[in-house]
């Protein structure tokens, strides 16, 4: 019986918590640190600001596997993503072992207004042994915690675009 529902237990996984806000304040600075994550299958994906390390937002994953290696001069690497049905977009990501990031305002624009209506995304790269990976993340309670983040971060031009005037 056991084996049973462990062998269902592999087959469909746990759904993944409600993305999760965290905003914190410098105490002497008051300068505002902001993020807000999905967790799904040991994979996180990350939106943050902090104006101190990066002008603002940066989205960024983190997944089980080691990640093929990025160029070496750049330690950037092309990827593509998906949500839902829409179009697959193509995006410059800087790599890390396990993860990888971008920013700017366009990109991070574009990207948010997928994730807000979406129900999952898929992002596609390779692993060190050069084998394709699909990182799927089932996306829950985007659209308040991305509106929230904003809001943390002083992104009023970001949030006007995406959500409409306050």
Same mark, same amino acid.
Request: hydrophobic share 40%.
């Given at each position: 019986?056991?084996?049973?529902?462990?062998?269902?237990?592999?087959?469909?996984?746990?759904?993944?918590?409600?993305?999760?806000?965290?905003?914190? /304040?410098?105490? @002497?600075?008051?300068?505002?640190?902001?993020?807000?994550? @999905?967790?799904?299958?040991?994979?996180?994906?990350?939106?943050?600001?902090?104006?101190?390390?990066?002008?603002?937002? !940066? #989205?960024?994953?983190?997944?089980?596997?080691?990640?093929?290696?990025?160029?070496? #001069?750049?330690?950037?690497?092309?990827?593509? &993503?998906?949500?839902?049905?829409?179009?697959?977009?193509?995006?410059?990501? *800087?790599?890390?072992?396990?993860?990888?990031?971008?920013?700017?305002?366009?990109?991070?624009? !574009?990207?948010?207004? %997928?994730?807000?209506?979406?129900?999952?995304? #898929? @992002? /596609?790269? $390779?692993? *060190?042994?050069?084998?394709? *990976?699909?990182?799927?993340?089932? @996306?829950? %309670?985007? &659209?308040?915690? *991305?509106?929230?983040?904003?809001?943390?971060? %002083?992104?009023?031009?970001? /949030?006007? $675009?995406? &959500?409409?005037?306050?």
């Amino acid at each position: 019986m056991f084996l049973v529902a462990l062998a269902l237990a592999a087959i469909d996984p746990p759904p993944p918590r409600p993305m999760a806000v965290e905003v914190a /304040r410098d105490t @002497i600075s008051d300068a505002v640190k902001a993020s807000a994550t @999905i967790l799904d299958a040991g994979q996180r994906l990350t939106l943050a600001c902090d104006p101190q390390d990066f002008g603002g937002i !940066r #989205v960024s994953f983190t997944s089980s596997r080691w990640l093929a290696r990025p160029s070496f #001069v750049t330690r950037e690497r092309p990827m593509v &993503y998906r949500f839902d049905s829409d179009q697959p977009e193509r995006q410059v990501w *800087v790599m890390r072992d396990r993860g990888a990031f971008f920013g700017g305002r366009d990109r991070v624009g !574009r990207f948010l207004r %997928g994730l807000i209506t979406a129900e999952q995304l #898929v @992002i /596609r790269t $390779r692993d *060190v042994e050069d084998h394709p *990976v699909d990182l799927t993340f089932r @996306i829950s %309670g985007a &659209y308040p915690a *991305v509106r929230e983040l904003l809001e943390a971060c %002083g992104e009023s031009e970001l /949030r006007r $675009r995406l &959500y409409g005037p306050a």
